[in-house]
């Protein structure tokens, strides 16, 4: 009796036994199947996933960590606590010390500002308005998540912040306002991102004449060092004045690009640009990838918020070009009064003002090449990409104010 016993306590801990579960009689229909079959249904997501960093390489650095940390999370346990992404599992104790405390995406932020130039965004500063406008997807979804799906107002402050195309800050909020949520917003934000290439052309086209594809600007102003240093500084100290909400990632930001800048401390910002965010991204990708358990991850709210977050992306990204029209048409008129040849913009750098930094300003260049191949506007774009990320940050200041 007692290898009898033995056997079947084998048998129940085996992971065919436990990777489909037993019917739930509080359950019915499509909740009934996806309780039952969730597992092995996250498990092949997860697959697809892991398909889309190695073949495909969208974004391979932060999909390959998450598709395999959601493998690892939907490896069925008996006992919950002690599996790897539960609570005393590794993931899990990585996730408590990083993600719920915030510390990985002020890590993340640091290494993005080593290795940021302003240098296109102080030569051209007007450029600052497209990444304005693409926060524009952010506090869209906002509302119709609000009015739309029901979401209670952090949630849809949480969801909303996909729109930044920026996967450390949507962490970061989401962490605060709605955490029950982290784990569909962190990859709906992620892969939106590796997405770039693929979502952004055909909007920037719907809303561009042939006309405004080709045209080419005025190669940038040099930027001189001493305004590369005192910017980061003007930067944090707005935002310690007028949103000190912002601060925690508007900080981290700017000391890494002052690190970066100021010339006397190469080690530091080596360390930030390389060994500490290649670090923290392996860290990052796995406990982001652990929220992906059939349990939390396989919901009609997950749908939604997949739904919001690429209509979020999407008005970010239409925002930005309509603005660049907008500023075209004021300098036309502008140049008119003042009888001068107007200084038109591109507007399809305009898409670069979501916070995919450099992917965003990457695709503008590349669709601009396609129309003309004497146009790069890959420097132009930069313009706008950097502040994106600084208003990302912002919009996350402002998110937390209001919806907390």
Same mark, same amino acid.
């Given at each position: ?15 065919? #036994? ?7 009689? =509080?359950?019915? *229909? ?27 390489? #969208?974004?391979?650095?932060?999909? /390959? ?20 992404? *539960? ?10 010390? *990083? ?29 600052? %308005? ?22 209670? %107002?952090?949630? !849809? ?23 029950? %949520? ?7 934000? #992620?892969?939106? &991102? ?9 909007? &920037? ?8 594809? /080709? ?38 930001? @700017?000391? *890494? ?10 080690? %530091?910002?080596? @360390? ?8 923290? @991204? ?8 652990? =929220? ?30 309509? &603005? ?11 140049? =008119? ?22 992917? !965003? ?9 396609? #129309? ?33």
């Amino acid at each position: 009796m007692e290898i009898t016993d033995g056997l079947i306590n084998l048998w129940q801990n085996t992971g065919i #036994y436990n990777l489909i579960l037993s019917p739930d009689p =509080k359950l019915s *229909g499509v909740e009934q199947f996806l309780h039952v079959f969730g597992h092995p249904i996250m498990l092949l997501i997860c697959l697809f996933l892991l398909w889309l960093g190695i073949k495909k390489q #969208y974004e391979p650095l932060l999909m /390959v960590p998450i598709a395999f940390g959601g493998i690892l999370s939907n490896i069925a346990f008996l006992d919950p606590n002690e599996a790897i992404a *539960g609570p005393n599992g590794f993931l899990g104790i990585i996730f408590n010390f *990083g993600i719920d405390k915030g510390l990985f995406p002020l890590i993340i932020f640091m290494g993005v500002g080593a290795m940021t130039d302003f240098g296109p965004l102080i030569a051209n500063p007007k450029t600052a %308005l497209l990444g304005g406008a693409a926060q524009f997807g952010i506090f869209g979804a906002l509302l119709m998540a609000l009015c739309l799906f029901g979401f209670t %107002l952090p949630q !849809a402050g949480a969801i909303g912040i996909i729109g930044g195309a920026d996967g450390p800050t949507s962490i970061y909020v989401t962490r605060s306002l709605a955490p029950e %949520l982290l784990g569909a917003i962190a990859v709906a934000a #992620y892969s939106y &991102m590796a997405l770039v290439p693929v979502i952004q052309p055909p909007i &920037m086209k719907l809303f561009t004449t042939k006309e405004e594809r /080709v045209i080419q600007m005025e190669q940038l102003r040099p930027v001189s060092k001493r305004e590369k240093i005192v910017f980061p500084l003007i930067v944090l100290f707005m935002c310690i004045i007028l949103l000190p909400s912002a601060c925690p990632l508007v900080g981290a930001f @700017t000391f *890494g690009n002052l690190c970066k800048e100021c010339g006397v401390v190469d080690r %530091l910002s080596d @360390t930030m640009q390389n060994a500490l965010i290649n670090i923290v @991204t392996i860290f990052l990708g796995l406990t982001v990838g652990s =929220k992906l358990s059939a349990d939390h991850f396989l919901t009609v709210q997950t749908l939604f918020i997949l739904v919001l977050g690429i209509l979020a992306f999407s008005f970010a990204t239409g925002a930005g070009v309509l &603005m660049a029209k907008l500023m075209n048409l004021c300098e036309i008129i502008a140049a =008119k009064i003042g009888k001068r040849e107007p200084k038109l913009i591109n507007p399809l750098i305009g898409s670069a003002g979501v916070s995919a930094v450099p992917m !965003a300003a990457r695709v503008s260049n590349k669709v601009g090449l396609e #129309y003309n191949s004497q146009n790069y506007l890959l420097m132009h774009a930069m313009g706008p990409n950097v502040s994106g990320v600084i208003g990302s940050a912002v919009a996350a200041g402002i998110l937390l104010a209001l919806c907390k």
